[in-house]
């Protein structure tokens, strides 16, 4: 049973959702060729019990039976089924949306000719939405909803005339709902063609450039929701400084009101842009990074469940040691070693890292130890590797040209389908400035090294680019 599509889904479900799954196999269910009492049971036991062998299982469930395989595995599905029913109505439906069953029971009563009922339940959703603070899709969603009961009781039953601001009225809700879907899908992909990986997005952008004076027209672009949309649009198709300062600006100004799933994208645009900026040589802007980390540390933004992913680990790390900010991150490392989530090997991560802080702190020995470990991680083999290049040339190595030679061979023999084209190349590169800048002809001659130091600037795919410049820098004081 371990390692069953059955133990992979419960595994993922935390206790309360457990609880609930519990009364929710206790409720009836329609008949089928398993019992009932018998799914509930195997789902006590999982919950109960470490030993999951099938054989033990059985003999648990039916101590009197001899061993069926074909029985287990028949109950282990109807199980899964009941627990797929439950996700099913757990994560489909939104829990206490009082507002969406108060506009179901407006459609139940209309259908059933009970016009008073549906009057009440009306103007009670008209009160209960004008209430809500946080206006998310949803909310747009629900009023247009609210709208549509409207039209049919006032303008199709009662043959009401409709005047072209009732039309306005009516209808605006939904293009709010619209045009929240649609910034929110081009901010998803103009994030992936500039951060990740190449998108078509030309199409995208026309059509949002095209509308834009229309729903300024109407007052729509003066919603907080729909304006922090436009200005992350515009941030991440620019992709310039004025924009971001703006965007910062509106997200603070509206941060309170903003729905929690909203607040999300929002700052994942901050902080893609910043590292791009500062992925491209603004490095003005590290300490703007390094005091954004430690706002959204402290506000829960980062926040995967009780964790942190490992690429946010890293990457505040990294920046924690360009500021210099060494203890802050020795406590950093300490307070979050336990709270990294979605790694393959989470101890790996937090070494890596420590290495790292090791090696800011040029306490090469220390970091060189630490980089023993045995990485899974391809990025973090990759990493520790060249890590340790540069502790050799910090640490004036014999064996640092073995070691260039065995790394450039390292990376040329790791098969396309595993790494991208563009990390070998950073990778390559990096080993060649890197042989460049030991070369003692370069070392001693001043104008060697500024036409090295041009040469890594004019670079696009280089790893360590900023502690290259710095050790050229080291050389000709």
């Not at 009941?82 to 459609?107: A, C, P, W």
């Not at 970091?367 to 910090?394: G, H, P, T, V």
Request: glycine share 2%.
């Amino acid at each position: 049973m371990k390692g069953s599509k059955l133990m992979n889904i419960l595994e993922l479900l935390n206790r309360e959702e457990l609880n609930e799954l519990e009364h929710f196999l206790q409720s009836p269910s329609k008949k089928n060729s398993v019992n009932q009492e018998d799914i509930y049971r195997l789902f006590r036991y999982t919950q109960t019990n470490k030993e999951l062998l099938k054989e033990i299982v059985y003999k648990y469930l039916y101590p009197n039976e001899n061993y069926k395989k074909s029985k287990i595995d028949k109950l282990m599905s109807a199980l899964l089924k009941r627990v797929q029913n439950y996700i099913g109505i757990h994560f489909g439906i939104e829990k206490n949306d009082s507002i969406q069953e108060m506009i179901t029971l407006v459609d139940f009563f209309n259908k059933r000719l009970d016009n008073e009922k549906e009057r009440s339940y009306l103007e009670k959703a008209k009160r209960t939405l004008n209430k809500s603070i946080k206006k998310d899709k949803s909310h747009y969603y629900q009023s247009f909803q609210i709208n549509e009961q409207i039209i049919r009781r006032d303008y199709l039953l009662q043959d009401k005339h409709i005047g072209v601001s009732d039309y306005d009225s009516i209808l605006q809700p939904l293009d709010i709902y619209y045009l929240l879907h649609k910034l929110e899908y081009a901010c998803f992909f103009l994030s992936m063609d500039r951060f990740r990986k190449p998108v078509e997005v030309n199409s995208i952008i026309e059509l949002l450039d095209a509308i834009k004076p229309i729903y300024a027209s109407k007052g729509i672009l003066e919603i907080p929701l729909i304006n922090l949309n436009y200005h992350a649009y515009e941030l991440l198709k620019n992709l310039n400084e004025a924009d971001y300062w703006a965007f910062k600006k509106m997200f603070y100004k509206y941060e309170e009101s903003i729905p929690k799933e909203s607040i999300r994208i929002f700052i994942s645009i901050i902080r893609n842009f910043i590292a791009w900026q500062y992925n491209h040589g603004q490095d003005h802007l590290v300490h703007e990074f390094f005091e954004i980390n430690k706002d959204h540390l402290k506000q829960g933004y980062l926040n995967i469940g009780k964790g942190i992913l490992p690429t946010t680990f890293i990457n505040i790390v990294t920046v924690g040691l360009n500021v210099k900010a060494y203890e802050w991150v020795f406590q950093f490392l300490n307070d979050y070693r336990y709270k990294i989530v979605g790694a393959k090997n989470a101890k790996n991560v937090y070494l890596y890292n420590l290495a790292a802080y090791y090696f800011a702190c040029k306490e090469y020995e220390e970091a060189l130890n630490l980089l023993k470990a045995n990485y899974e991680d391809l990025f973090y083999k990759i990493s520790a590797k060249r890590l340790e290049l540069k502790i050799y040339y910090e640490t004036k190595s014999p064996i640092l040209e073995s070691r260039m030679d065995a790394f450039k061979i390292y990376i040329y023999r790791i098969p396309k389908a595993i790494i991208l084209d563009h990390q070998r190349s950073k990778d390559n590169n990096f080993i060649n400035a890197l042989r460049r800048l030991h070369n003692p002809e370069t070392a001693f001659s001043d104008d060697r090294l500024d036409r090295l130091a041009r040469k890594i600037k004019s670079t696009k795919l280089l790893s360590e680019k900023k502690w290259l410049i710095e050790k050229i820098t080291e050389l000709k004081k």
